[in-house]
């Protein structure tokens, strides 16, 4: 299971490693996801959900 929000469907992206001498090299940044229990069209789920979507209230917790 890959490590995407299930509410918004925010993953990881990818980016550069710039050096002190502007020499950039490939990275990847991970999303700020949590492993939770939530409800879901009357039924508990659990998966990832990223901290913006629990910040905002998106997700209610079971």
């Known amino acids: 299971m890959s490590r995407v929000c ?16 502007k020499r950039r090299t490939r ?3 991970k999303a700020n996801v949590q492993m939770v229990d939530f409800v879901q069209g009357g039924k508990v789920q659990s998966g990832y959900v990223c901290a913006r979507c629990l ?5 209610e917790r079971a």
């Open 6 to 21: 299930s509410i918004c469907g925010k993953g990881q992206t990818t980016g550069n490693n710039v050096s002190h001498s």
């Open 27 to 29: 990275r990847t940044f």
């Open 55 to 59: 910040k905002s209230d998106k997700v």
